[in-house]
């Protein structure tokens, strides 16, 4: 038993002298559940290279996929929600703001950016789901408003990357008035002729699929993605039927008309590139 005993010399190894793997080496993909190194992961956009699932990623990671060298000029970031309800469930919620806040290290849950993609100028708004779900607040509202403004002043197409969990219920009515607040707003950019690009990533629900999501000229998503207005389980529960073979994924919305087409993230780039020289010409 001379193996168990580790006499041998070289398999015995003091406590000081063990070695950790640093944080954030290694991940795990959610659908295969096979280990996959961070380095190899963002080779490959966020996408598992054995199964080719699409990682739930945020704006950083967009902007790094898409954006030429990842170089971007950052706009309006420094908008943060007010309290107009004097929320308070558990906590209040400005105490919830300055929470997420520190742990994301985000300001709210999207950031706006403008940039080149593969030298074509593009004005991006993404959302981040880390932040309270990616809710729709007044910010999110503020930031799509003020983005498609800079668009249309500029004269540059614009693109929205939607990735929320419906409006924030903390904003009440505040939050349900940024649909339509939105919606107008892109159809001033549409009375401009300037294009406008819908990128639905995983999830899209709520409030957000209800009104700017899909509302662009054309409507694009990743493979997979949870998309709808309520979640399978409320409708589920309210139609008492079984749902259909993957209801709501992206396969199953472009399936019923809703989509134009679904883009592997790792081809997105390309895409928007070959779409946005279309239009140009």
Not at 14 to 28: H, I, S
Not at 141 to 148: L, P, W
Not at 234 to 239: G, N
């Amino acid at each position: 038993m001379a193996w168990f005993k580790r006499e041998k010399k070289g398999i015995s190894t003091t406590t000081q002298e063990k070695k950790e793997a640093p944080d954030g080496l290694w991940n795990k993909c959610p659908n295969c559940k096979k280990a996959l190194h961070s380095a190899d992961l963002i080779e490959n956009k966020y996408v598992c290279h054995y199964c080719d699932y699409h990682l739930r990623i945020g704006s950083k990671e967009y902007f790094q996929v898409l954006f030429d060298d990842n170089q971007f000029t950052e706009l309006f970031a420094n908008l943060t929600s007010g309290d107009p309800l004097k929320f308070n469930d558990n906590k209040p919620y400005t105490e919830r703001i300055v929470e997420s806040q520190a742990k994301t290290g985000l300001k709210d849950a999207i950031r706006a950016a403008h940039g080149k993609v593969d030298g074509q100028e593009l004005m991006v708004a993404c959302m981040d789901f880390a932040f309270i779900g990616g809710s729709m607040g007044s910010v999110v509202g503020e930031k799509i408003a003020r983005s498609i403004d800079y668009s249309i002043k500029n004269k540059v197409p614009f693109l929205m990357i939607s990735k929320s969990g419906g409006a924030r219920m903390m904003e009440a009515a505040f939050s349900l008035m940024q649909m339509a607040k939105t919606s107008a707003k892109l159809a001033l950019l549409s009375q401009a002729k300037i294009p406008y690009i819908s990128l639905l990533t995983d999830p899209t629900t709520g409030g957000v699929t209800a009104s700017y999501a899909m509302l662009g000229d054309i409507n694009i998503a990743e493979p997979g993605a949870l998309i709808g207005f309520a979640g399978p389980r409320v409708i589920k529960e309210t139609i008492k039927k079984d749902l259909p073979k993957g209801f709501q994924t992206s396969e199953f919305v472009l399936e019923h008309g809703f989509l134009d087409f679904i883009v592997d993230r790792r081809q997105m780039k390309a895409k928007l590139a070959t779409f946005l020289k279309m239009m140009k010409n």
